[in-house]
C-alpha cells in the first residue's frame, strides 16, 4: 500500500513539475535549478538547525515525563542519547525508531519492553489527536479562507472527540475492568493514564507546533513565497499527517505543499522536499553525535 501511494505521489509531483517547466519553455532540470538557486540558503539554514535542535529538546522532554508518570524515574539527559539515536533508525519508518528506543530502554535500564512498547503506542495515540486538535483551532480561526474540503476538519474533530471519550472511558472507566483487550500488555499506559496526562501531553508538545507555524512561514519567504503564520496555521497539522506516512523522500508531505500551493509547483516541491527532508536528516546527525555514548552505555550494561 505504501508502495503505491509513493508511486501516485512522484508521478503526480513529475506531472505537475514538467507542467510548470514546460510554461516556462524550460526543461525539468532546468526548471528546478532555477528554483533552487533563488533559495535564501543561509538564513534558511541556521533557521532549521534551531528549530531542529528546539524539536530535539521537546521530544526529549515528553518521553522523559511519560516514563516518570507511567514506568520509572529516568533523568532527562539519560535519555537524551536514547532519543538521538533512534533518529538514524527513523530515517526510514518513525516506529520502527520508538521500537529501538524500547529495546534500548530494556537493556539498559531493565525497563520491561512491553511496558515501553505501550508508553510509545501512548505517544503515538496523543501525537494524532493534538494534530487534530490543532487543526481544528487552524480551522475556527481561518476556515473561510481554506479550500473546500478542509471543511470535513470539523465532522473528523466531532467524531476524533466522541472516539476519544469512548477511548478512555473504555481504558479508566469502572465498566470493562475484566474486559481481555482492555488488560493486554500493550495497552498497560492507557489504563494508568489519566485526563491530566492527555492534557499535558498537548501542552508539552505544543509548543513544537507553535514554532514550526512560524518556522515554516518565515521559510516559506526563503524560497520566494509568502504566507503569514495565522494562513498557514490550519494547513500545518494537516502536512504533518501526511509527513507521518513513511513514504520514501516523504513524498505525501512534499505533495501536500504542491497540492495547496497550486501556483507555485516548483517552490513548493523543492521547500516540502528540503524541509522535511533537512528535519529527519539533521536529527540523524544528532544522534550520530550520541551514539558513542548510546554505544557505551549499551554494551557497557552488556559486559557487567
Known amino acids: 500500500m505504501l508502495f503505491v501511494i509513493a508511486v501516485a505521489c512522484f508521478t503526480y ?16 532540470a532546468e526548471y528546478m535549478l532555477k528554483v533552487f538557486a533563488a533559495v535564501n540558503w543561509i538564513p534558511w539554514l541556521l533557521m532549521m538547525t534551531g528549530y531542529c535542535l528546539f524539536y530535539f529538546s521537546i521530544d526529549t522532554l515528553i518521553i522523559t515525563r511519560g516514563l516518570n508518570w507511567f514506568i520509572k524515574d529516568i533523568r ?18 518513525e516506529q520502527i525508531g520508538k521500537g529501538a528506543m524500547a529495546y534500548y530502554l530494556n537493556k539498559r535500564d531493565q525497563v520491561p519492553g512491553w511496558e515501553v512498547a505501550s508508553l ?26 481554506l479550500p473546500e474540503v478542509f471543511g ?15 477511548w478512555v472511558f473504555f481504558f479508566r472507566g469502572p465498566l470493562f475492568l475484566n474486559n481481555r483487550i482492555r488488560n493486554l ?21 505544543s509548543p513544537l507546533l507553535i514554532a514550526a507555524i512560524f518556522v515554516y512561514s518565515k521559510a516559506l519567504g526563503f524560497f520566494g513565497v509568502e504566507m503569514s503564520s495565522m494562513a498557514l496555521l490550519p494547513l500545518l497539522p494537516v502536512i504533518f499527517f501526511a509527513a507521518t506516512i513513511p513514504t520514501p523522500m516523504r513524498a505525501a508531505a512534499i505533495t501536500s505543499w504542491v497540492i495547496l500551493f ?4 516548483g517552490e513548493m516541491a523543492a521547500f516540502g522536499f528540503l524541509q522535511h527532508n533537512f528535519f529527519i536528516l539533521f536529527n540523524a546527525v544528532i544522534g550520530l553525535l550520541f551514539l558513542p555514548r ?7 550494561h552488556k559486559s557487567k
Open 13 to 28: 509531483l513529475y506531472y505537475r513539475l514538467n507542467g510548470a517547466a514546460l510554461r516556462e519553455g524550460l526543461s525539468l
Open 76 to 93: 532527562y539527559t539519560d535519555i537524551m542519547p536514547i532519543r538521538a539515536s533512534a533518529y538514524i533508525i527513523s530515517i526510514f519508518n
Open 120 to 145: 510509545m503506542l501512548f505517544i503515538m495515540f496523543c501525537e494524532i489527536f493534538y494534530l487534530l486538535v490543532w487543526a481544528t483551532i487552524g480551522f475556527i480561526i481561518g476556515g473561510q479562507d
Open 152 to 166: 470535513l476538519i470539523q465532522y473528523i474533530a466531532i467524531g476524533g472527540a466522541v472516539f476519544f471519550i469512548l
Open 185 to 205: 500488555e500493550i495497552f498497560y499506559v492507557f489504563r494508568l493514564a489519566k485526563l491530566k496526562h492527555y492534557g499535558a501531553f498537548f501542552l508539552l508538545r
Open 262 to 265: 497550486p501556483e507555485n509547483e
Open 294 to 300: 548510546a554505544n557505551r552505555e549499551l554494551f557497557g
